[in-house]
């Protein structure tokens, strides 16, 4: 089959936080595949929001010149959709007592309404200062019932992870569906998360496919670097792996 595209989401591991363009893995996997690169991927950018927009954006790419690569992010990531636009809020988000967002809103900002126009780049002027306050309301209440639903119900982190485990079956179905070539990136794989979970609903642990999901030791793929996040060399070596799983 001859592939023309090659289709990347994800969130900073995936752009390649602190990195030049050439150094992130998706550029070198491309130039090693000889494909236009579509990297749709954004820092801080949760599950939820890698999968609406990456089936958003693959209707209008053909499957047949299209290859897909996804890579999975971790759990302490939430959407909220608001005033016409999805907003992530992280871990870090929780932990912070901010009550001012600032220029937060328009680097975490797309729009689920143009596709194309999949996310804002940080702007401190784009919203009004009317939609701003509000917004400033709005995420910092959605903060705070997070955090008491962490810290009161022992169920909620169980929810969490049988809805991620959900959408990642939701998005499967999409590319198989549409006959995608495609390949996930799990950059939690050490973490342990999944394991109660699946084993406590054997229904659904069935239904992914972990033939296509490629594992990321964390801790070793990262090594010392002092963010946390993949260098160029390691950069270099993922793209080498995920070329040889897809085996054309």
């Known amino acids: 089959m001859n592939y023309k595209d090659l289709y990347i989401n994800g969130c900073s591991f995936t752009k390649g936080h602190t990195l030049k363009p050439i150094d992130t893995w998706p550029v070198k996997l491309s130039n090693n595949l000889n494909l236009r690169l579509i990297n749709h991927s954004k820092n801080a950018q949760g599950l939820e929001s890698i999968v609406y927009n990456t089936v958003a954006h693959l209707s209008e790419l053909d499957p047949k010149e299209t290859l897909v690569v996804v ?8 959407l909220v959709q608001a005033f016409g636009y999805n907003f992530t809020l992280t871990g870090g988000d929780l932990a912070a007592e901010r009550t001012e967002w600032g220029h937060r ?6 729009s689920p309404f143009s596709i194309y126009e999949h ?8 919203f009004s200062d009317k939609i701003r306050k509000r917004l400033n309301h ?7 019932f997070i955090k008491a639903a962490i810290t009161t119900d022992p169920k909620y982190m169980e929810h969490i992870q049988l809805k991620s485990v959900s959408l990642k079956i939701m998005l499967q179905s999409f590319l198989k569906d549409n006959n995608f070539n495609y390949r996930f990136i799990d950059f939690a794989a050490d973490s342990g998360l999944y394991t109660h979970i699946l084993d406590t609903n054997p229904n659904i642990k069935h239904k992914l496919d972990y033939s296509k999901i490629v594992g990321v030791d964390y801790k070793k793929f990262c090594g010392n670097h002092q963010d946390g996040h993949p260098t160029a060399e390691c950069c270099t070596y993922l793209a080498e792996m995920i070329k040889k799983e897809f085996k054309l």
């Not at 890579?71 to 939430?78: A, N, S, V």
């Not at 996310?119 to 784009?126: D, L």
């Open 71 to 78: 890579g999975f992010t971790w759990l302490d990531r939430y």
């Open 119 to 126: 996310y804002i780049e940080k702007n401190e002027n784009y």
């Open 138 to 144: 709005l995420l910092t209440k959605y903060r705070e």
């Open 105 to 110: 809103i328009g680097e975490r900002a797309s």
